[in-house]
């Protein structure tokens, strides 16, 4: 059973940055595609960033492009998301997300197969 466990939410102010990461476990092999998903309260769950696990076709929301960084080290089996210059309209709660049966990496959230708890993230004005 493949297990993400989601680390580095937080609060900060507007401006600030924050850098979640996302260990997997139990893993045979490595997923195709990985991303970050998050969930402001009362709206849909919705794809930030979209990672293949070979190749260089990164997804980003436009509205993190320039912002956003996200990194995955292979040999810790790690996903990271580094946030920066972040807004009050970037809070919500951030999942790490991976999918076993390629579905083309994009952002639909119905393509992953498994999900981290998930991890607060802040942003005051």
């Known amino acids: 059973q493949v297990q993400l466990v989601e680390s580095g939410g937080g609060s900060v102010q507007a401006g600030g940055s924050l850098r979640l990461s996302c260990a997997v476990f139990?893993?045979?092999?490595?997923?195709?595609?990985m991303g970050w998903f998050r969930q402001a309260p009362g709206k849909e769950r919705e794809g930030v960033v979209i990672?293949?696990?070979?190749?260089?076709?990164?997804y980003y929301h436009d509205s993190v492009k320039g912002r956003f960084t996200i990194s995955q080290d292979n040999a810790k089996n790690t996903l990271y998301l580094q946030m920066n210059s972040l807004k009050p309209e970037d809070t919500g709660m951030y999942y790490c997300?991976?999918?076993?049966?390629?579905?083309?990496?994009?952002?639909?959230?119905?393509?992953?197969?498994?999900w981290g708890q998930g991890t607060q993230v802040t942003v005051s004005s």
């Open positions: 997300a991976a999918d076993y049966r390629f579905k083309g990496c994009h952002s639909n959230k119905s393509d992953f197969d498994y």
């Open positions: 139990g893993y045979s092999y490595s997923p195709y595609c």
């Open positions: 990672i293949p696990t070979l190749g260089d076709n990164t």
